[in-house]
Structure formats: C-alpha cells, structure tokens
C-alpha cells in the first residue's frame, strides 16, 4: 500500500513538472519577437499537452492565453513577408473569437489576483489587432459572407464594449444572413446595452469629399484627427431604442413568436408613443394576425393622433364590412325566410352605416383615391343614397 501511494505521488509530481516545463516553454517562445517555424510547432506541442496537462486555475488560464496568442505568434514568425491571405487565414472569426474569449479570461483573472503580467501585453495586442479585425469584418461583408462577418463584428465588440456600433453590425448582418434567432439575440442584447443608454456616436468630416462620417469610437476617430484627414468633430447621443425594440417584434413574427412581437410592440409604443409610422406598423401586425378588434381599436386611436390620415379611415372603414361577404351568402341562403331575411339585410345596412363616415372622411382627405371612390359609390348604392352614388 505504501509502494502505491509514493507511485502515485511520484505521477503527480511528474505531471506538475511536466505542465510547468510546458508554460515555460510557451513563454520563451512567446517572448520572441521573431519566432522560427521550428519555434511554433513547439508552441503548437506545448499547447496540444496542456490541455491535458494544465490543473490549477492559474495553469488553465495561461495554457489558454498562449493559445489565444498563437496567431500573434504565427503572425511574427511570417514577419515581413506577410500577404492579406496570411492575415485572413490567421484572422478567421475563429481564431478571433478564441482571441477574444481567451484574452478577456486573463484580463479577468488577473484583475482578481490583483497582478498584471500579461495586462499591458493584451492591451498591446488589442491595439494592434482590432484595425486588422475590423478590416476582415468589413471585408467579410463586402464579400457576403454576412454569417462570418457578424461574428466577427461580435467579437469587436467583445474586445471593447464601448463600440456598440460593432455589436449593432453584428445584429444587423445575422438579418442579412437570415439567422433571424442570432439576429433577435444580438438586438435584444443591443437594447438592453450600456452603449445604448448611454453611448455616443462620434463624428468627423473627411477633407477629402467635405462628407461628415461616423466612427465606432472616440480613439478611432482621434486616429483621423490626428493624421489631420478630418475635421470638425462633433459627439451625439445615442438613440433609438424604439426602432430597435419594432425590429425585434418584426423578426419573432418572422419565427412565428406572436406573443414575442406582441410584446416587443407594447414596448416600443411605450418608449415613443407619439411615433405614428410605430404605431401604425403594431396596428397592421394585429391585422396580419387576424385580430380586427385589436386592429380597429388601435387605428381609432391613431386617427385621434392624426386625424388627416386618409389611409386609417379608409381601412378602418374597410374592415368595418368584413363580415360583409360573409353575410351575402347568408341573405342568399334565406331568400324563402322573410323574417331572417329582412332581420340579415338590416344588419348588413348597420355595416356600411358605421363605415359610410370613415370612406367620406377618407375622399374629403384625398378625392384622387380610387379604392375610396368605388367604396363609397357602394356604400352610397347600398344604404340607397341615389343621388350621391351618382356623383362618381
């Protein structure tokens, strides 16, 4: 029994030396400013045991930050004779998103241990990465690949949540690759954003064209300043909650979350109650879903809004006679029933009563409608108003 344990104490031993041979390996090669190919397959050796190899919290996450490091490695180690392909190999949404993950692991771990041995490195290594990544990410959508292009603009955002403009990018591009649940995530992830309550956008014109143009953040834009391509900076608040939360109920109706979008209408009706084109798009969604009572009490309050919308008399009118076709075919079912005949016709005459005012409101607004005129002229003939259907 005693044999065994010393064996098994002896193992672990081992496999401590082992592990720290190997991080002691990854920091000479890392420290390199010009690492040799021999070098990197060493650092990829390295890196394959650790991950077997690597026990303590400290060990994880320094086996992960030279695995995040290792495009930076490859990079140096191409050096001058570096092509686009080599960055765009060495740059993929993969590679940046283990970047990212791995980097602000150690961040975090080290602002916890209250120690900073690869802070500045990081910092560093951020300052020289994001142009290159932003770069691939434009590049990426120029190309169409909206998919890799989000994710990569995700992973921009990662590295600095001040720059929500990435993370919009990114919502905006999963809608152009219609991965409508990764869109809904990444808008509903932008909402609820410090950057959109209290981010600015950052403004500069271009001496080139005399064209003002945004950038994604105030370092960005003093770059331009600096090399003295820009002019006149100007900062602006941020906004549009309202317009993110309608985009998001548009993209559950897409995936058929109807209660979801209803929501996301409540919401942003709450946010900007007085945006009518708003409030007329929630109105038309209930319409879509077949929801008339909902629909006909929503546009009755946009027209106390606006009352001049001759569009929203001349619906709300319309869909006063839904019913209508409806109830033709029963009046023609009960033509030898005098009784429920005259009982169906007096309700059918309610009908184009109620919606009579909302066609004549709708041709007083624009007489040129002809949607309008044929309706009224039916409405007209129907409840017996000779002389004024003969005016059309």
Same mark, same amino acid.
Not at 1 to 17: D, E, H
Not at 153 to 175: E, M, P, T
């Given at each position: ?10 193992? +672990?031993?081992?496999?401590?030396f ?27 050796? &390295? /890196? ?5 190899? &690597?026990s303590?919290?400290? $060990? ?12 930076m ?16 190999? /060495? ?30 490195? +990081? ?6 990465l ?18 890799? @292009? ?7 955002y ?12 990114a &919502? ?13 995530k ?7 954003? $410090? ?5 600015? =956008? ?17 370092r ?15 900062d ?7 317009? +993110? ?8 109706v897409?995936?058929?979350? =109807? ?15 007085? $945006?009518?084109?708003?409030? +007329? ?30 569009s ?31 009982? /169906?016709?007096?309700?059918?005459? !309610?009908?184009?009563? @109620? ?6 409101? !709708? ?7 002809e949607?309008?005129?044929? /309706? ?7 409840l017996?108003?000779? $002389?004024? &259907?003969?005016?059309?």
């Amino acid at each position: 029994m005693k044999k065994v344990t010393l064996l098994a104490a002896l193992l +672990i031993s081992l496999a401590t030396f082992a592990q720290k041979d190997e991080l002691k390996t990854l920091k000479k090669i890392y420290a390199k400013d010009s690492p040799s190919t021999s070098d990197i397959e060493d650092y990829k050796t &390295a /890196l394959k045991s650790l991950e077997t190899l &690597a026990s303590s919290e400290e $060990d994880k996450v320094y086996a992960k930050f030279y695995q995040g490091m290792l495009p930076m490695a490859e990079l140096n180690n191409i050096g001058s004779k570096i092509t686009p392909k080599d960055v765009q190999r /060495l740059m993929s949404p993969e590679n940046i998103e283990t970047f990212v993950n791995t980097m602000n692991e150690t961040l975090d771990y080290e602002k916890k241990e209250g120690k900073k041995i690869y802070t500045d490195d +990081i910092n560093e290594a951020y300052s020289f990465l994001i142009p290159q990544i932003e770069q691939a990410a434009f590049q990426l959508n120029e190309a169409k690949q909206y998919k890799m @292009a989000s994710a990569t603009f995700y992973n921009l955002y990662k590295l600095d949540k001040k720059s929500g403009s990435n993370l919009l990018n990114a &919502a905006i591009l999963s809608v152009q690759a219609e991965d409508y649940p990764s869109a809904i995530k990444l808008y509903e992830e932008y909402r609820d954003s $410090d950057y959109l309550k209290n981010g600015m =956008i950052y403004y500069a014109i271009n001496k080139l064209n005399d064209e003002e143009e945004s950038f994604t953040s105030i370092r960005a834009r003093k770059t331009k300043l600096d090399l003295k391509t820009h002019e006149k900076p100007r900062d602006e608040k941020v906004s549009g909650r309202s317009d +993110i939360l309608k985009l998001i109920a548009n993209l559950k109706v897409k995936i058929s979350d =109807i209660e979801g979008a209803k929501k996301a209408y409540k919401e942003a009706v709450n946010e900007n109650p007085n $945006d009518l084109n708003l409030l +007329i798009e929630q109105a038309n969604f209930y319409y879509t879903q077949n929801d008339v009572a909902t629909y006909k009490s929503l546009v009755k309050e946009i027209i106390k809004k606006d009352p001049t919308n001759a569009s929203l008399h001349f619906n709300i009118g319309y869909l006063g006679l839904s019913e209508d076709t409806s109830l033709v075919e029963e009046i023609n079912n009960n033509l030898d029933k005098p009784k429920k005949y005259e009982e /169906l016709m007096a309700k059918r005459k !309610s009908l184009y009563e @109620a919606a009579l005012p909302h066609f004549e409101e !709708s041709y007083k607004l624009d007489p040129t409608s002809e949607n309008t005129k044929i /309706l009224l002229k039916s409405t007209y003939e129907i409840l017996g108003m000779k $002389d004024k &259907a003969a005016k059309f």
